[in-house]
């Protein structure tokens, strides 16, 4: 018979990609302590089940009280590999790579929260429970069964966003009290003194604002603008992508949260267009 081979913990983090819909976790990469045969690993041999955890008022879950609420869902694994830690397949490892089903209407792998009472997306705590089935066909290379404790949140080692090279979310800016922040995306290209580089200006929809500008990035696909397939379509130059942040939302009356499309008389007013207009003029200056 086979002799049991048993770790006490299985690590494991996330893969987060962009798509039209929003963000989603589109992978779970695990970590163990043994080299697995691949002709032994089926999909149908794993419960996968993703647990979400936020706050009910939509602010951000880093601080987990009374107020929040957790969902926990079984999610559908399409593949199942050997990877190395980003989940790029691999032949042999100690990586083993859960590729999830992922759907537009379904909020299961997302790691944003929308509240319609509140109006905004806040991050999300997610985590992926993983179990090994009774009497599953998982073989080590040197043909040992397998076990190991189901994970759950202390065995989440981080979250992996895909997001290119050259984007940087700490900007800040202050112009009559009015503070905005914002993220920026940096060109390849290096154009000499005579020549003018585009600029994409992204202002995000009514749940994104805050203070964390990669929640625009990744809740809005403004990633994509920074890919190949759209920067070749500014020439060698590529663009530059400024993407600003208000504390409420764009169209905030007074900057108490209170849109002006209930302000009767407001003709449109927003407490932050003069700084917004004054972040722009200095990005472009700089």
């Known amino acids: 018979g086979y002799v049991m081979s048993c770790f006490l913990w299985a690590l494991s983090s996330e893969i987060c990609e962009s798509f039209d819909w929003g963000p989603v976790i589109t992978k779970v990469v695990m970590c163990i302590d043994e080299s697995l045969d691949e002709k032994t690993l089926f999909v149908d041999d794993f419960k996968v089940s993703c647990s979400r955890e936020y706050n009910l008022d939509g602010s951000s879950p880093s601080k987990i009280d009374y107020r929040s609420e957790v969902e926990t869902n079984q999610v559908g694994v399409t593949e199942l590999y050997i990877s190395d830690e980003k989940g790029n397949p691999l032949s042999t490892g100690r990586y083993l790579t ?3 089903e992922i759907k537009p209407d379904s909020v299961d792998n997302s790691p944003i929260n929308y509240k319609n009472d509140y109006g905004k997306c806040s991050y999300v705590n997610i985590s992926y429970i ?3 089935l009774p009497n599953s066909r998982v073989r080590t290379t040197d043909g040992k069964e397998l076990s190991f404790f189901q994970t759950d949140k202390w065995g989440f080692v981080g979250l992996e966003s895909f997001v290119p090279d050259g984007f940087d979310f700490n900007g800040k800016y202050k112009s009559k009290g009015v503070k905005l922040t914002y ?3 940096t060109p390849k290209g290096s154009p000499s003194d005579d020549d003018k580089t585009p600029l994409i200006v992204f202002l995000h929809g009514y749940g ?3 203070e964390d ?3 625009v990035v990744m809740g809005n696909e403004v990633a994509n603008l920074a890919s190949k397939e759209i920067q070749d379509y500014f020439g060698d130059t590529g663009a530059y992508l400024l993407i600003p942040q208000a504390p ?3 169209m905030d009356y007074d900057g108490s949260g209170e849109s002006c499309y209930w302000v009767k008389g407001s003709n449109g007013h927003s407490y932050y267009t003069e700084a917004l207009m004054g972040l722009i003029k200095k990005f472009v200056a700089q």
């Open 98 to 100: 859960f590729a999830l």
């Open 130 to 132: 993983i179990e090994l």
């Open 183 to 185: 993220g920026t995306f």
């Open 208 to 210: 994104e604002g805050g």
């Open 213 to 215: 500008p990669s929640l």
């Open 248 to 250: 409420t939302s764009w």
